[in-house]
T-cell receptor, first 113, second 112 residues
Framework: KNQVEQSPQSLIILEGKNCTLQCNYTVSPFSNLRWYKQDTGRGPVSLTIMTFSENTKSNGRYTATLDADTKQSSLHITASQLSDSASYICVVSSYTGGFKTIFGAGTRLFVKA | NAGVTQTPKFRVLKTGQSMTLLCAQDMNHEYMYWYRQDPGMGLRLIHYSVGEGTTAKGEVPDGYNVSRLKKQNFLLGLESAAPSQTSVYFC???????????FGPGTRLTVT
């Protein structure tokens, strides 16, 4: 069964600290993996997109890594800010004659002053 | 550019009532999607469209219908609302299928 599991479910960190969010998937064959940020009451916003040949992608203070062999990805946030408080969603797409996309349930990040 | 817009933002329906959610995008994207987001779950695809006049079922299509008469608009209809359809609905669009998607702000629907 194709699945995307994210951990932790929620996380509280102090402003200025770094954190890493995890995404494990069983979706196969792999097409791409995306990370989105979703602020409360808003739609998701794309952070990074990685295909099979990419193992790292940065967007400002956000750095995503991908290990296609172990089917794991991580999102590292550097020097967190209060505005980083949001849900972070991992999305994995597969293509086998038709597209299949699975959204993770997300990690809820709280950044405290 | 407005990106992806959705109307209405909030709606309360009684069981059995019908309504239509409107999604509009100004990025000339071919692909458009309707998702629902429920607490503790990932977004689930209801229906999608690969171009004007074409639609297809997603993961949870039952109880919903869609239409894409114009490239920039994608409508989601509920013919007879049920409490199980209480959710937040997101529309999205993309240039490539299942690649970078741009999401609207969402519609919060409550069915009593």
């Amino acid at each position: 069964k194709n699945q995307v599991e994210q951990s932790p479910q929620s996380l509280i960190i102090l402003e200025g600290k770094n954190c890493t969010l995890q995404c494990n998937y069983t979706v196969s064959p792999f097409s791409n993996l995306r990370w989105y940020k979703q602020d409360t009451g808003r739609g998701p916003v794309s952070l990074t997109i990685m295909t099979f040949s990419e193992n790292t992608k940065s967007n400002g203070r956000y750095t995503a890594t991908l290990d296609a062999d172990t089917k794991q990805s991580s999102l590292h946030i550097t020097a967190s800010q209060l505005s980083d408080s949001a849900s972070y969603i991992c999305v994995v797409s597969s293509y086998t004659g038709g597209f299949k996309t699975i959204f993770g349930a997300g990690t809820r990040l709280f950044v405290k002053a | 550019n407005a990106g992806v817009t959705q109307t209405p933002k909030f709606r309360v329906l009684k069981t059995g009532q019908s309504m239509t959610l409107l999604c509009a995008q100004d990025m000339n994207h071919e692909y458009m999607y309707w998702y629902r987001q429920d607490p503790g779950m990932g977004l689930r695809l209801i229906h999608y469209s690969v171009g004007e006049g074409t639609t297809a079922k997603g993961e949870v299509p039952d109880g919903y219908n869609v239409s894409r008469l114009k490239k920039q608009n994608f409508l989601l209809g509920l013919e007879s609302a049920a409490p199980s359809q209480t959710s937040v609905y997101f529309c999205a669009s993309s240039y490539l299928r299942d690649y970078e998607q741009y999401f609207g702000p969402g519609t919060r629907l409550t069915v009593t």
